[in-house]
């Protein structure tokens, strides 16, 4: 049974730092991309930070240059920097077409870690 489990969430004044965790446990083949979302209240979840098997990154333009993604086997890592109030959502980890064998594979979403940035 795959599971990924995100850490790290909280509250933190604006201006300030986060950094979330998420580690995928297992049976494990390969793992592709692997990404943060956020779901905001009243707003679609939407993508924020991606990273590929090859470490190759991509960002959403409203958290470029204050967030950095990062991947160490079956980690994968949110450094949020300067955090604004409007960063505020529910932060669920991804992992895109993890392979359970060289055969399956599916897409797997965290339970989600609230991230609240006061003003």
């Known amino acids: 049974q795959v599971q990924l489990v995100e850490s790290g969430g909280g509250l933190v004044q604006a201006g300030g730092s986060l950094r979330l965790s998420c580690v995928v446990s297992?049976?494990?083949?390969?793992?592709?991309?692997m990404g943060w979302y956020r779901k905001a209240p009243g707003k679609q979840r939407d993508l924020v930070a991606s990273i590929t098997s090859n470490g190759d990154t991509s960002y959403t333009s409203s958290v470029m240059g204050r967030f950095t993604v990062s991947r160490d086997k079956n980690m994968v890592y949110l450094q949020m920097d300067t955090l604004k109030p409007e960063d505020t959502a529910v932060y669920y980890c991804?992992?895109?077409?993890?392979?359970?064998?060289?055969?399956?594979?599916?897409?797997?979403w965290g339970q989600g870690t609230q991230v609240t940035v006061s003003s």
């Open positions: 297992g049976r494990i083949y390969r793992i592709n991309d």
């Open positions: 991804h992992a895109d077409n993890l392979y359970s064998t060289p055969w399956n594979f599916r897409d797997y």
